[in-house]
């Protein structure tokens, strides 16, 4: 086939019509874009160099897949070739599939080693400005992983004080999240410096060396840190070590301030991070406890697995208002309706402890709201003749509590609670004599008590 | 220095891509993003940018120009000359006599040169200035003699010592704009003298050179002289490097420069393809006018008789089966002179694809003895390896199944192998091709950086892996009695699929099938599409063989076979009283 499409288009060049394709509305069709390929190229087939380049492309996923580095970096060897495509969006999109492939192989490859990786991320750095930043943040996190603290922050340094052409949104994240890190390395060292501090004395002649050094890095990285978390994102390590800063230096406010708009601001995304950071400021801040409730409730309704959860139901159930001992109930039923805490033990402590409570309070209503929802599939999820061996065989205590709920959920006749009865324990014979009179006293299924 | 003064340099910054320039104290270039400093001072660069300067001023900047950068005058077809050159160096070097260079080749393009009124006639297309030197002595590639008594134009002033007084008349005579100073300026240039006006030339009846023709010149060079080469062969070996053709240009002598439309002109991103280059070998042949090639008769390799014993060979079917070949090529008429001779000049000028007919006759006699229906070939296998398992000692019966096994294994894995080694084909050349003088330092820093990051990554790759390139041969499977590993079929009997009859031989399968029920009324080329699914699956892996082997599209091989079937087919119905030896054949 005859590659002279030029012809067909007269003046114009390859490049121009591609661009013009690609800069329309700032908008990207690959359809339209080959679509308007084969116009150019009068419908004739793909370009050998479009087809074996694409083969290559997938050669190398194909050997990444299956760790087979040497054969990675052989195709990767023919693969750079692209970098000089005549297809100007391919030859653009070039370096950034290169810079991830290529650090790939080098990171797993035997023969590699650090040299060789800096050689290569310096090299990519300088091939098109639009991957400097990306690939010098990846390249600082590379360092970071070997432990080289202070390449990885030269590194940063350099990124964040490089210049060229117009700063466009997309870059001014990048440079913030580039400055960010380097805060984070700042605070890594202050925190070792802080660690430094508490060991010594304050009559030692290096502990106000050693405090003005704290000092002066604070306000470096807190300028570095906190342009980031104003962006809407996920900031979990930066907002962390930046509240621990701050309050450090009694800025309870700011702190405060960051958390809370880190947790209750709508642009950022949801977190129950954000929650938990905010509660365990608020527990360290002795808060009311109506205020610690409330940023609880949120954390209940994102993660009712999560193991705050306990620690909220003992909030509530110290609560003087109804409505609040009665979601402390709530709170444990969802604790214990996932896989992940049937084994816990606190949880089953709390719930036995807790509904004998409420049973006695004559709140029956309260459990039956319950456990209507579960009474279908709790039996077998808990409650089973197997669960009662297996649970007897490992941990007695937990088989105990278990099957205390058992029985006040489903009555003395309930296989667990039965299983338990029969085992002869000697030390907590008494317990269980004294579990199967309350059961007998307050089981929901006891005739007695329903009405 | 302000930087108005710098805006007439328009290069991009080697270190930022960026065109903004200032001017330093010492009249240099820097770059205003990031402030490296070029070597380029002011005054070079403003002497042929200046367009008001006198012509004096002006000629000294091209001189300047001419003997470093912009290299020497050259025309398009002086480019074409030199890859001709080294294509017919490197078929040379495959054994192919000296004639074919030095007088098949060189006729054919000193021909076209005068056909396409480019040289040797009255009026050749470049009227003014330096003429181009084709078949001269002084391209460091050609040893073409200059033949004197051929050129029209005798007076022709060689290459060297037209420099000087030339010069003044590219501004006022040149017909088609192409002073080499206004082209920095334009955003479309090249490095040829005509490469612009050559890419946007399109006259009538005249066949323009392009890269794939300068294959269809070698083939036809190939065809006159009757070489052991078929066009198949020369496109593989153009594939594996052994014949210049990507980036052919790099080896252009170092005056030569080529950018902007060279590009594409000279710099190609696609191997040939069969039916492009047979398509372009016929036309070339029809526009040079060129008498009746010297007869293909039965001694020659391309006569189907002896490419189908090759092939025969090639994919390990036994030596047997040529008798059957021999006998449908004498059925069909297939082996006449008259139908294999290419004559240019006759109604209807058609050439045969040699290599592709004799495949599909192979095609044909493996369907007339089993049929390839997925169940025949299978039940004669059962025989012939019951056969096998009982008389050891004898002659072996041809297996179809455990031939089948054989192929399928070594032809996935050479498949595999070219598929690989196509993917790591590296296109670029050394010689970055670029599109303008703007464009030349990124292009270069580019090339650079390519091939820093292909250094640092050969030290990763296994230096065993990385054998030297293979080299050429027409056959590409070796089949020999002493591979224990994998049965040699050659020299097995094809007993069991034929029985006697009286004197002659018939086969045992009495049925046939045609690959193409229905041939296109109209004068399209295409005979029939092939879709794959509607065939057996053994006809398809015959097929994905062979047209593998030629490295063709399968349809290609398909429309062949039904060809070669309607050709047999038509004289046995047409002589229905004549005898045959073998070859019972009904529609199916």
């Not at chain 1, 600082?140 to 080289?148: N, V």
């Not at chain 2, 049929?371 to 019966?397: G, Q, R, T, V, Y």
């Not at chain 2, 091989?557 to 087919?569: A, D, I, M, P, Q």
């Amino acid at each position: 086939m005859s590659d002279f499409s030029e012809e067909l288009k007269g003046p114009v060049t390859d490049d121009e019509v591609e661009t013009s394709v690609l800069t329309g509305a700032g908008m990207h069709f690959p359809w339209l874009q080959t679509y308007i390929e084969t116009v150019a190229i009068g419908g004739k087939r793909k370009k050998d160099f479009a087809q074996t380049t694409s083969a290559c492309l997938s050669f190398i996923q194909e050997a990444l897949l299956k760790h087979q580095w040497q054969q990675a970096a052989e195709y990767m060897y023919s693969y750079f070739q692209t970098l000089e495509d005549s297809d100007s969006y391919k030859r653009q999109a070039a370096p950034e599939i290169i810079w991830k492939l290529g650090s790939e192989i080098l990171f797993y490859h035997p023969k590699s080693n650090m040299e060789t990786f800096n050689t290569f991320a310096d090299r990519m750095k300088n091939i098109g400005v639009m991957n400097y930043l990306k690939v010098s943040l990846q390249h600082a996190l590379y360092l970071l992983h070997h432990g080289m603290l202070k390449d990885a922050k030269r590194n940063l340094s350099e990124a964040e004080t490089w210049r060229h052409g117009e700063n466009t949104s997309s870059r001014r994240i990048l440079i913030n999240l580039i400055q960010a890190y380097k805060g984070l390395l700042q605070y890594y060292t202050w925190s070792k410096k802080k660690m430094e501090l508490s060991k010594l004395d304050k009559d030692d002649y290096a502990y106000n060396a050693v405090a003005q050094d704290v000092f002066n890095h604070s306000w470096k990285t807190s300028a570095n840190i906190s342009a980031l978390i104003k962006i809407p994102g996920v900031w979990d390590p930066f907002v962390k070590s930046y509240v621990e800063m701050l309050e450090f230096y009694g800025d309870r406010d700011g702190a405060q301030e960051v958390l809370t708009n880190y947790a209750y601001d709508e642009k950022f995304p949801s977190n129950p991070n954000a929650h938990v950071y905010l509660y365990n400021f608020l527990k360290r801040q002795k808060a009311p406890r109506s205020k610690m409730i409330s940023v609880l409730k949120i954390l209940y309704q994102m993660v009712p697995s999560h193991k705050l959860m306990l620690e909220f139901h003992t909030l509530l159930r110290k609560s003087e208002k109804e409505e609040h001992r009665k979601l402390g109930l709530e709170v444990l039923f969802g604790v214990l309706d996932f896989a992940g805490c049937t084994k816990n033990i606190t949880a089953w402590k709390y719930l036995a402890k807790y509904l004998k409570k409420t049973l006695m309070g004559n709140h029956l209503a309260w459990v039956q709201d319950e456990w209507n929802s579960r009474k279908n599939w709790w039996p077998s999820f808990h409650f089973s003749y197997f669960w009662a061996k297996s649970d007897w065989k490992e941990d007695t205590a937990l088989a105990c509590e278990k099957a205390f709920v058992a029985g006040l959920l489903l009555g003395k006749g309930c296989r667990y609670f039965r299983y338990i009865l029969k085992q002869d324990h000697q030390i907590l014979g008494k317990k269980i004599k004294r579990m199967k009179r309350s059961v007998k006293k307050y089981s929901i299924v006891n005739p007695r008590l329903s009405y | 220095m302000d930087l108005e003064e710098a805006e007439e340099f328009k290069e991009r910054c080697s270190q930022c891509a960026a065109v903004s320039w200032g001017l330093t104290d010492e009249g240099k270039y820097y770059c205003t993003s990031c402030h490296s400093v070029t070597e380029r001072s002011q005054e070079v660069i403003n002497t042929d940018l200046i367009p008001n300067t006198q012509i004096k001023a002006l000629n000294r900047g091209l001189k300047k120009k001419n003997n470093s950068e912009k290299g020497q005058d050259w025309y398009v077809c002086e480019g074409f000359q030199n890859i001709l050159c080294q294509q017919a160096e490197a078929l040379k070097n495959l054994g192919i006599g000296p004639e074919l260079k030095n007088d098949v080749l060189h006729n054919f393009w000193k021909r076209y040169l005068q056909k396409s009124k480019q040289a040797y006639c009255k009026n050749p297309v470049y009227t003014t200035g330096r003429k181009p030197t084709v078949l001269e002595d002084n391209l460091s590639h050609s040893d073409w003699a200059s033949e004197p008594e051929l050129l029209s134009d005798v007076s022709c002033p060689p290459f060297l010592e037209s420099g000087a007084e030339s010069q003044s008349d590219i501004h006022t005579r040149k017909p088609f704009p192409i002073s080499k100073a206004s082209q920095s300026e334009t955003s479309v240039c090249s490095g040829s003298l005509d490469g612009v006006e050559y890419s946007k030339r399109k006259e009538k009846g005249i066949v323009k050179m392009t890269m794939p023709q300068t294959l269809a010149f070698c083939y036809l060079s190939l065809l006159w002289q009757r070489e052991a080469i078929t066009l198949s062969d020369l496109l593989r070996f153009v594939e594996e490097d052994h014949i210049p053709y990507i980036n052919a240009f790099q080896h252009f002598p170092e005056q030569m420069k080529l950018y902007g439309r060279d590009r594409g002109i000279f710099g190609i991103e696609s191997w040939p393809d069969y039916e492009d280059i047979y398509k372009k070998t016929i036309e070339v042949g029809t526009f040079l006018d060129l008498p009746r090639f010297p007869d293909i008769t039965e001694d020659c390799y391309l006569h189907p008789n002896i490419l189908c014993m090759k092939y025969l060979m090639e994919v390990n079917l036994p030596d047997e089966m040529h008798n059957l070949t021999c006998h449908v090529v004498k059925m069909t008429g297939m082996g006449e002179v008259d139908f294999l001779t290419f004559d240019p000049i006759a109604k209807m000028a058609k050439t045969v694809k040699y290599d592709v007919q004799a495949v599909a006759i192979i095609v044909v006699v493996l369907k007339l003895l089993f049929l390839l229906d997925d169940n025949l070939e299978w039940s004669l296998s059962n025989l012939a390896e019951k056969h096998n398992e009982k008389n050891k000692k004898d002659k072996p019966w041809f297996d179809f199944r455990k031939w089948y096994q054989i192929m399928k294994k070594a032809f996935d894995e050479k498949k595999q192998k070219w598929e690989e080694a196509r993917a790591k084909y590296l296109w670029k050349s050394e010689k970055p091709l670029y599109y303008s003088f703007v464009d030349k330092p990124v292009a270069y820093k580019k090339r650079e950086m390519v091939v820093n990051l292909q250094k640092q990554f050969s030290t990763l790759v296994d230096s065993t892996a990385t054998a030297g390139k293979k080299s050429p041969s027409s056959f590409q499977f070796n089949w020999t009695e002493e591979d224990t590993d994998r049965t040699c079929f050659h020299g097995h009997s094809l007993q069991g699929v034929l029985k006697e009859k009286g004197q002659s031989l018939l086969t045992k399968n009495s049925l046939y099938w045609l690959s193409t029920q229905k041939f296109c009324r109209c004068y399209c080329t295409h005979v029939t599409t092939y879709e794959e699914s509607n065939y057996s699956l053994s006809y398809q892996f015959i097929l994905n063989l062979f047209s593998f082997l030629l490295r063709i599209k399968t349809s290609l091989l398909h429309e062949e076979v039904s060809l070669v079937e309607k050709k047999l087919f038509e004289k046995k119905y047409s002589i229905t009283k004549k005898k045959s030896r073998s070859k019972k054949a009904r529609r199916h």
